[in-house]
């Protein structure tokens, strides 16, 4: 099925999405809901952009913290991809998360994914109140994701977690299992609905049989850009029989390429946050920083983390060729390849320059796209159409179509060759 053309706010639609925000106000300086429910470090949040946006990233989640948020999500990664976040929490705590995601040849991306809350030096008294030791409480969670496109327009997702947490001399162990769908109807607009912690429950050692049951979560959202500048709006909704429900609202603002802000507001509080993107022929590098403040004890909290997307791993063995013609291999190595869609124009699309300064307004390329090829069962590239260079900036490039296979856009991935003269 042909995903339908691109979506635009009507007055009535952008008021809808703008009173989903303000109503997010409401219940945004209270207390957190749950927070002393088993497995609450699993309801933290992860990483500094979903965390500046009010945590409302359920139906955006396309980078690789979409194995926490969605893991339908990572479905629609064509490039491998790492995220690493550090928060230093007051009382000495400390939360930790990393992720990588890789894409499967025959199709879907794979992740793995670590959270960490812990907090060391925790001073154990005796009978009369002496201190007779330190130990230190750690949860950690091991995630296993799959994300698959089941279509052009839709995406499913499922996550295995092993859970550990060690207390002084005592531990326990457990598993659980998130699964996620994303839908995106239109190039503006994306919605996501992911239940977390199916069947998820840890039982300790401590030979009396303890076992705890984590509550199920059940989260749905939507992400939309609805205006010609880059600027998503997000909003989910978190339910849990045992905290009720919960708002997140936010948004994300690309002022200048690979520069950007970000807000948002949910029962923590107000977030806010940026981001500085350094590009090269080979790899993103960007940094995320959040802001917000601590539901325990009102302190400020900081949030860090770094996000790593490469190129293919082929490039980096034979290195950049160019060809003429229409035919390519999948062994031929692209020039660059599109790292972002212009929102609402299908036909213009961002590429990485690196330090290449022979590429310049009118420079030309052959675009193709990977694809499985019905005959042999490989993959074989095809050939979508020819674009032209239009604006050059540093380390960036926009192109637009100048010829294309009818029903074919500009895709994240896609390859450029360039044509030789």
Not at 314 to 320: A, K, L, P
Not at 403 to 417: A, H, N, P, T, V
């Amino acid at each position: 099925m042909k995903r339908p053309g691109t979506f635009t706010f009507s007055r009535t639609a952008y008021g809808i999405m703008c009173l989903c925000l303000i109503l997010a106000v409401q219940p945004g300086y209270s207390q957190e809901k749950g927070a002393g429910l088993p497995g609450a470090y699993l309801r933290i949040g992860v990483g500094a952009r979903a965390f500046a946006m009010g945590r409302a990233f359920t139906g955006l989640a396309d980078d690789a913290t979409g194995c926490y948020w969605n893991p339908a999500g990572i479905g629609q990664l064509d490039l491998t991809q790492a995220v690493a976040s550090y928060q230093f929490l007051s009382m000495e705590r400390a939360f930790s998360y990393a992720a990588v995601t890789v894409p499967a040849r025959w199709g879907g991306t794979f992740g793995v994914s670590w959270i960490r809350l812990g907090v060391g030096g925790i001073e154990g008294r005796d009978m009369l109140g002496r201190i007779s030791q330190t130990f230190d409480n750690a949860e950690s969670a091991y995630l296993l994701s799959f994300g698959v496109p089941v279509s052009d327009w839709l995406y499913a997702g499922i996550t295995a977690k092993y859970l550990v947490h060690s207390l002084s001399q005592f531990k326990s162990t457990g598993y659980g299992f998130d699964a996620g769908l994303l839908i995106k109807p239109f190039e503006s607009l994306s919605v996501g609905a992911v239940v977390q912690n199916m069947g998820t429950r840890v039982q300790w050692n401590t030979g009396s049989g303890l076992t705890e049951t984590f509550p199920v979560t059940f989260r749905g959202g939507f992400a939309a850009a609805p205006f010609d500048f880059p600027v998503t709006f997000t909003c989910d909704v978190e339910y849990g029989r045992a905290f009720g429900s919960v708002l997140h609202g936010g948004m994300e603002w690309e002022v200048f390429p690979g520069i950007g802000l970000r807000s948002g507001i949910d029962t923590q509080g107000f977030r806010a946050g940026g981001f500085f993107t350094v590009p090269t022929r080979t790899f993103n590098f960007e940094t995320n920083y959040s802001f917000g403040t601590d539901p325990i004890d009102q302190a400020a909290m900081h949030r860090l983390s770094f996000t790593l997307t490469l190129a293919p791993f082929d490039y980096y063995f034979h290195g950049s060729r160019g060809i003429s013609g229409g035919s390519a291999s999948v062994l031929d190595v692209p020039d660059c390849r599109i790292v972002k869609i212009v929102t609402d124009h299908p036909e213009l699309g961002l590429i990485n320059l690196g330090n290449d300064d022979g590429i310049t307004t009118g420079t030309r390329f052959h675009l193709y796209r990977e694809q499985a090829d019905a005959g042999t069962g490989g993959r074989a590239l095809l050939k979508i159409g020819t674009v032209s260079v239009i604006r050059v900036e540093p380390h960036l490039a926009a192109v637009k179509f100048i010829d294309r296979i009818e029903g074919f856009s500009i895709q994240m991935g896609d390859m450029l060759f360039k044509i030789s003269r």
